[in-house]
């Protein structure tokens, strides 16, 4: 059973930082790319940042781009997501999700929420003023 857990959020001043994890299990770790997406209430789920771990290849959200890194660590079956310079903007409950790509399909859709197949619960990061 593919499974995703999200956790490292908290409530941080602007310009902090933290860093998220994503605990994974139950699937070929090297074989799926990881998104981070990230929902407020009453707005739809946008998304952050992805990795493929079948090629190292990152993709960033350009709201993100230059303040958050996205990285895995293959033995550890992790995804991290650095985020600094962190703004009030940030504030979202942040999920991971995964997707098979062993059997490549493009590279235009790593920030399309709709080609993730599973998802984890997400972590609440708040960002005050």
């Known amino acids: 059973e593919v499974q995703l857990q999200a956790s490292g959020g908290g409530s941080v001043q602007a310009g902090g930082s933290l860093r998220l994890s994503c605990a994974t299990s139950?699937?070929?770790?090297?074989?799926?790319?990881i998104g981070w997406f990230r929902q407020v209430p009453g707005k739809k789920r946008e998304a952050v940042s992805s990795?493929?771990?079948?090629?190292?290849?990152?993709y960033y959200a350009r709201s993100v781009k230059g303040r958050f890194t996205i990285s895995s660590d293959i033995a550890k079956r992790m995804v991290y997501l650095q985020m600094n310079r962190l703004k009030p903007e940030d504030t979202a409950v942040y999920s991971c999700?995964?997707?098979?790509?062993?059997?490549?399909?493009?590279?235009?859709?790593?920030?399309?929420?709709?080609?993730?197949?599973?998802w984890g619960q997400g972590t609440l990061v708040t960002v005050s003023s």
């Open positions: 999700a995964a997707v098979d790509v062993s059997n490549p399909i493009g590279s235009d859709w790593y920030l399309d929420a709709d080609e993730y197949d599973y």
């Open positions: 139950g699937f070929s770790f090297g074989d799926y790319a």
């Open positions: 990795i493929d771990n079948d090629d190292a290849s990152t």
